[in-house]
């Protein structure tokens, strides 16, 4: 795993992601020749679609770690990451590519070289080349509204991010690098947390512990987002919602008062039930998930 001081391990959490499993495993295939000894983990979530099945046979390089059950996203990354050997270890999920695999090669050796930062992240688009995500601030309750109502992926649509490297408060965990240092110190995800909002929980707990995050925005990964999730749609958008619930309460010192408890469920539901609305006459399915999820969180949105 060394390549001029080096060392990396890529996990990677995979539940019925196949179609876009492979090809994101042979880019990785190609990292390892620019990265030598480059340590690939695959952690599958019980798939039913042939993905270990696959894996085991096409990539024999791979350390393939097969659970029973779905456990989510957070408790998976983390059984990858007690099992990663590497000083630095990318999470990266299954339904991204990889582009420019030279640039990747560069961007960790600049990581390694920034020791007062323990977490980094890249400019992450969608499949048509439009901004998802390039390292955010904390969220707020205006921020939070802007998301759920529309707003905020109406304007990073239309935006430009500047190429080079800013210090940011929290970045995505579709591609996130980690250096072991940090992780042997407040560990990884919290497995409170199913899927959606551990990304920046973690990245709380880092800044907490006195260490920086950033992102290198001249570094682009396409993310077709939420592949998986897609099928359980109202399932996640709720796991979502309860993952911001989560956000919020630790970033408000553990607890919210039953006033801002409430404001944050109006916003979540209301917010899900727009976009159900808005998605109806086109596309009846999609409408009434997001339909679904908004009553459910408007109900009993609660955090066991």
């Not at 309750?141 to 430009?160: D, K, Q, V």
């Amino acid at each position: 795993m060394h390549d001029g001081g080096l060392s990396l391990s890529v996990i990677v959490v995979s539940w019925n992601s196949g179609t876009y499993l492979v090809p994101l495993l042979r880019q990785l295939g190609g990292l390892r020749d620019r990265v030598p000894g480059t340590e690939v983990v695959v952690i599958d979530n019980a798939s039913t679609d042939g993905t270990p099945e696959i894996v085991a046979a096409q990539f024999p390089w791979i350390r393939l770690l097969r659970s029973t059950e779905n456990s989510g996203f957070a408790a998976a990354a983390n059984r990858g990451a007690a099992a990663a050997t590497g000083r630095l270890m990318l999470l990266v999920n299954p339904d991204i590519s990889l582009e420019d695999l030279d640039a990747l090669a560069a961007l960790l050796r600049r990581a390694e070289a920034a020791t007062e930062f323990g977490v980094w992240g890249c400019k992450l688009v969608h499949g048509d080349g439009t901004l998802q995500s390039a390292g955010e601030r904390f969220p707020s309750f205006a921020s939070i509204a802007a998301e759920y109502l529309g707003f905020a992926r109406m304007w990073r649509r239309s935006s430009r991010v500047a190429a080079g490297f800013r210090e940011v408060d929290w970045v995505s965990g579709a591609f996130m690098l980690v250096r072991r240092e940090l992780y042997e110190q407040v560990g990884l995800f919290s497995e409170r947390f199913f899927m959606y909002g551990e990304d920046v929980d973690f990245c709380v707990r880092v800044r907490r512990a006195g260490w920086r995050v950033g992102v290198f925005t001249d570094y682009t990964v396409i993310h077709y987002h939420s592949v998986g999730a897609q099928r359980r749609l109202a399932a996640m958008l709720v796991h979502s919602a309860r993952g911001t619930l989560r956000v919020m309460t630790a970033l408000n010192g553990g607890t919210l008062s039953p006033g801002r408890r409430l404001l944050l469920r109006l916003i979540l539901s209301g917010g899900a039930i727009l976009r159900g609305l808005i998605r109806l006459p086109l596309r009846p399915r999609t409408g009434i998930a997001f339909l679904q999820a908004g009553a459910q969180i408007l109900r009993r949105l609660e955090v066991p």
